[in-house]
């Protein structure tokens, strides 16, 4: 019995070895939120306002969802965070916001062109003058420039680890892509 001790045991202790190396470690991306708060921001800079959308449904449902909880029992709700904000996040949104309203003509003359990575690029300067296509380049190069540290204070502020970053952006992508009005 004493020869099959030693190798019962090494057997064992590389067993357990083998167990613990292959932990799988799974990293948490908010993808909900991160949407939620791409939306929120590009229609903040944009200039929509999703208040105005609300149909009568929508209000009448907040009504009486309003009496429901005025004539329940109290309770306390942990309610998630969607909306994002900070100093950075609403600095960049106030530059964004005023740097859009010079963006709209050549977004309506099919100059720009919203990518999947999340960026601006510039698109067919066909009709523009010289001077023109200078201001766009140098428009589109202080936007992306924006959009990259918005990102960073997005990712920041949910908690999402820096490499994440460009996810962050697909994300916002889908949300810049959408038609500018």
Not at 45 to 61: A, F, H, L, V, W
Not at 74 to 81: C, L, Q, R, T, Y
Not at 158 to 171: E, G, M, T, V, Y
Request: charged share 25%; net charge positive.
């Amino acid at each position: 019995m004493k020869m099959f001790r030693k190798p019962a045991w090494m057997a064992a202790a590389l067993l357990m070895i083998a167990l613990f190396a292959c932990v799988t470690i799974n990293i948490y991306f908010p993808a909900e939120k991160v949407g939620s708060a791409a939306q929120d921001i590009v229609n903040d800079i944009r200039g929509k306002n999703p208040s105005q959308n609300k149909s009568q449904s929508e209000t009448q449902e907040k009504y009486s969802l309003g009496v429901r909880f005025a004539l329940s029992p109290v309770s306390a709700w942990a309610e998630d965070v969607t909306t994002i904000s900070n100093p950075t996040i609403r600095a960049l949104k106030e530059k964004m916001k005023s740097r859009f309203q010079v963006l709209k003509p050549y977004y309506e003359k099919g100059a720009l062109k919203e990518g999947d990575n999340g960026y601006l690029s510039v698109a067919n300067t066909a009709g523009l003058n010289l001077k023109e296509k200078r201001d766009l380049n140098g428009l589109v190069d202080a936007e992306n420039n924006d959009r990259r540290t918005l990102y960073s204070a997005v990712a920041k502020a949910l908690k999402i680890d820096p490499s994440q970053i460009d996810r962050i952006a697909r994300i916002f992508a889908k949300e810049w892509q959408k038609p500018v009005r």
